[in-house]
């Protein structure tokens, strides 16, 4: 999408002083692209897109349109996939807390339910029992070392040996089975050699646990990284892999254990990794202030829009200048890009090199993670989000304004 600070003051004049622009055509290249790197070695890849990274309903439709599974970690994202369409056979229902209702409900509707706990397995338990007609299978979310030095609090201790008490458990219930193993570790560096190791353990774990049989699904998980410009990658202090890399890390060891076509299904879950760069958040600038030896340009967002988890880290932005700018409206940098809280931290970006002036629109490029769904509604409502179709040329509108309203909405007044 070519913009230019006539056409930002245009789609102004439409959106209002602060939006975010949803680039959908981008999202299905990444989607497309990802995958595609997997099924060349493994082709029985299936993708579930993270719905929790952002579940903004346009980007979750075009993973439906794909093919994709909808991957959700709350009855609040489980109803979205369910109201846009999505087979219910086609939502992998992950994360730590899932109630009863909902676990017997998605299990019921044919969704692949991945347990967390020994509390989750007590209700599917009592579920079997109560229905011994039903056929019952779930998946088991496994814990294990990759290395990162740090505990999971995630799923069931495979090496410790509590996923055995699990597999006994379900042993000794004919109706009911584990159709497949799940593992999703976030590490800091997502680095293909932690890939590679998760892999082989959880291939390993399944040829001890299914011994002659094979699990319907090996799942992997997500928390790759995303693509990025120059900029960003260079505020990391490890390597950043690409698609390709990834799915070499992992797709030939499941290839060599399974390579004839009727190996399980490879679930991979990014995020990150197909989100990340499609969406970019346009703010005007429209204070300017001098004090001391700081000079700071209020703009209309805050950092809650851009970097809700407030890395330190720079975003890559660029300035679109007012070209009815007065020389005197103009501040020559450094400049702090700060927003509308009442927090000092509220610094969208620190030390703007260039010039930025009353009018100009800064546009945060590379924030479609963990941003949308992270925003408090602290202070201000949420901006709209629009989306840009690089076929038509055309923005429509798919989150309009929230208004004082919809914030205080559920509050008894
Ligand atoms: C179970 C599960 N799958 C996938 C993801 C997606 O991770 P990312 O957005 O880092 O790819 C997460 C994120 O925490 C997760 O918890």
């Given at each position: 999408m070519e913009l230019s600070w006539q056409t930002i003051l245009d789609l102004e004049k439409k959106y209002g002083d602060s939006f975010f622009i949803l680039d959908s055509k981008k999202f299905e290249n990444n989607y497309q692209d990802f995958l595609q790197e997997f099924r060349s070695i493994y082709p029985r890849t299936n993708l579930g897109y993270s719905y929790k990274t952002n579940y903004i309903p346009k980007i979750c439709q075009i993973v439906k349109f794909m093919g994709g599974y909808a991957e959700v970690v709350s009855q609040m994202e489980y109803d979205l996939a369910i109201a846009i369409g999505v087979s219910p056979s086609r939502i992998i229902f992950n994360g730590p807390l899932k109630p009863k209702e909902d676990i017997e409900r998605a299990i019921l509707a044919g969704s692949i339910v991945n347990l967390d706990c020994l509390e989750e397995v007590e209700i599917v338990k009592a579920l079997a029992q109560k229905l011994p007609n039903q056929k019952i299978a779930v998946g088991l979310r496994c814990n294990f070392d990759v290395g990162v030095g740090r505990i999971s609090r995630?799923?069931?201790?495979v090496e410790g040996g509590a996923i055995d008490h699990v597999f006994k458990v379900f042993r000794e219930l004919n109706n009911c089975s584990v159709q497949g193993l799940h593992c999703h570790i976030s590490t800091s560096t997502r680095s293909i050699e932690s890939y590679t190791l998760r892999t082989q353990k959880i291939i390993e774990f399944s040829d001890y646990y299914f011994k002659d049989k094979q699990p319907k699904f090996i799942d992997v998980g997500g928390g790759f990284f995303g693509r990025m410009n120059y900029a960003l990658k260079q505020q990391f202090d490890c390597y950043i892999p690409n698609y390709r890399e990834y799915a070499e890390a992992i797709a030939p060891l499941m290839r060599s254990r399974f390579p004839d076509d009727s190996g399980p299904e490879l679930i991979i879950e990014p995020g990150v990794a197909v989100v990340a760069d499609v969406l970019k958040f346009v703010s005007k600038v429209v204070g300017l202030k001098t004090v001391g030896s700081r000079q700071l340009a209020l703009v209309v967002g805050s950092i809650h829009n851009v970097k809700p988890t407030l890395t330190e880290k720079k975003l890559s932005l660029l300035v679109y200048r007012n070209e009815e700018t007065s020389e005197s409206k103009n501040l020559n940098g450094p400049v702090d890009i700060v927003g509308y809280t009442c927090m000092e931290h509220d610094c969208l970006y620190k030390d703007y090199p260039g010039n930025i002036g009353i009018g100009d629109y800064v546009v945060f490029e590379n924030i479609g993670a963990y941003t949308v769904v992270f925003k408090p509604p602290f202070i201000r409502p949420n901006p709209p989000i629009i989306s840009y179709d690089s076929i038509l040329n055309e923005y429509d509108l798919i989150r309009r304004r929230e208004t004082s309203q919809d914030v205080f909405s559920t509050y008894v007044i």
């Open positions: 995630f799923g069931f201790d």
